[in-house]
């Protein structure tokens, strides 16, 4: 069988988990994306020169608050270059500002809602609450890493505070 002739192609994205291997150079980055790289996690388990990370299963100690002016200035180019930012494994501020500061939706390509999960690499309402369409909100994708009815039916005050256009339900599943 021929690549042209598959009905459904499959696509894949080269990804960077954690900024570290950037050598706090924005200019490696670059470098990365013609490689092909398209999306970084910020951090991982430790913070770096870019932004503070969660720490591993309890929140670590913050160093820069957040995203460094480094950080910023990442965040910016990744966005001129068309690169995803993924804020999973980053500190709650660190995503917040992230959220905030990127001009394209950002991602957190594998973390759940702290609500329903209680450990520091998952999204706490407080920074779900800032995804949406609604004033003061931004777009964002939030890969949920459980169950969709676990996730779904289990918290109501999760299903009714994330905005049903955010949700991408697998093939032959419908919302209620």
Not at 78 to 103: E, F, I, P, W, Y
Not at 126 to 133: A, I, K, R
Not at 148 to 170: D, E, G, Q
Request: proline fraction near 5%; glycine fraction near 6%; charge should be positive.
């Amino acid at each position: 069988m021929s690549a042209t002739s598959l009905v459904h192609p499959i696509t894949l994205s080269l990804i960077y988990l954690s900024a570290h291997q950037l050598g706090n150079s924005i200019a490696v980055l670059r470098q990365y994306y013609e490689l092909g790289v398209r999306y970084v996690t910020l951090t991982h388990t430790c913070h770096n020169a870019f932004a503070d990370s969660c720490g591993f299963l309890t929140p670590s100690a913050p160093r820069h608050y957040g995203l460094s002016p480094l950080g910023f200035k990442l965040v910016a180019e990744m966005n001129r270059l068309g690169m995803l930012v993924d804020l999973s494994h980053t500190s709650d501020m660190t995503a917040t500002q992230a959220l905030l500061h990127s001009k394209a939706p950002v991602i957190w390509s594998h973390s759940s809602a702290r609500a329903i999960h209680d450990v520091s690499r998952n999204v706490p309402d407080e920074v779900l609450s800032l995804v949406g369409f609604g004033e003061g909100q931004r777009d964002a994708v939030v890969m949920v890493c459980l169950g969709i009815r676990t996730w779904l039916f289990s918290n109501p005050h999760l299903y009714r505070s994330i905005s049903m256009a955010h949700l991408s339900l697998p093939m032959g599943m419908r919302m209620l």
